[in-house]
T-cell receptor, first 117, second 109 residues
Framework: SAVISQKPSRDICQRGTSLTIQCQVD?????MFWYRQQPGQSLTLIAT?????????ESGFVIDKFPISRPNLTFSTLTVSNMSPEDSSIYLC??????????????FGPGTRLTVL | EDKVVQSPLSLVVHEGDTVTLNCSYE??????LLWYKQEKKAPTFLFML????IEKKSGRLSSILDKKELFSILNITATQTGDSAVYLC?????????FGKGTRLHILP
């Protein structure tokens, strides 16, 4: 399985500011995803990060609020823009490799716990 | 609308007990059903199920899928305090995974 790291692991931010979360994988993977898990809730997919093209966003999430970059097959960033307390959440990066028979497996990074004051 | 429903939402049992966690789903273009264990932040992968009636087993954990009735169960036998966690069921459809709300399991010593 892939080894995934995320930075920062946690942060406390002021309303109106932006935070960029980084996700690094130790091997090339086809697919990278960004999830949000609000307190007491399950994981909600924000977007699929596409290498070399714009991310594919899920309903309710927009690029202006959550810009995503994926410059290569091992790295992606998610920015939470113009933050409000409602953005307080755990943000998780996950990866899957389409080339494996078991590509349906997704492996998750350690997550970033964001608190917005 | 696609949905994944888990029950119970929470469960408290004593060490040594056996528990059964339930997951029902309604999704289009079903590919597989996944179980994860989430202790702190990152969910860790447990099982992937694609075929009905074939039990997957790993130690004290086992899971089975019924694609006709659209549900899966996760069994944990001889529970230990280290099994305390949130167990997430998820369904993969069209390269997107939809998660249930999870079952929070607490094992009392």
């Amino acid at each position: 399985s892939a080894v995934i790291s995320q930075k920062p692991s946690r942060d406390i931010c002021q309303r109106g500011t932006s935070l960029t979360i980084q996700c690094q994988v130790d091997s090339q993977v086809t697919m990278m995803f960004w999830y949000r898990q609000q307190p007491g809730q399950s994981l909600t997919l924000i977007a699929t990060a596409n290498q070399g093209s714009e991310a594919t966003y899920e309903s309710g999430f927009v690029i202006d609020k959550f810009p995503i970059s994926r410059p290569n097959l091992t790295f992606s960033t998610l920015t939470v823009s113009n933050m409000s307390p409602e953005d307080s959440s755990i943000y998780l990066c996950s990866v899957a490799d389409r080339d494996r028979i078991s590509y349906n497996e997704q492996f998750f990074g350690p997550g970033t716990r964001l608190t917005v004051l | 609308e696609d949905k994944v429903v888990q029950s119970p939402l929470s469960l408290v049992v004593h060490e040594g007990d056996t528990v059964t966690l339930n997951c029902s789903y309604e999704v289009t273009n079903f590919r597989s059903l996944l179980w994860y264990k989430q202790e702190k932040k990152a969910p860790t992968f447990l099982f992937m199920l694609t075929s009905s009636g074939i039990e997957k087993k790993s130690g004290r954990l086992s899971s089975i899928l019924d694609k006709k009735e659209l549900f899966s169960i996760l069994n944990i036998t001889a529970t230990q305090t280290g099994d305390s966690a949130v167990y997430l069921c998820a369904v993969n459809r069209d390269d997107k995974i939809i998660f249930g709300k999870g079952t929070r399991l607490h094992i009392l010593p």
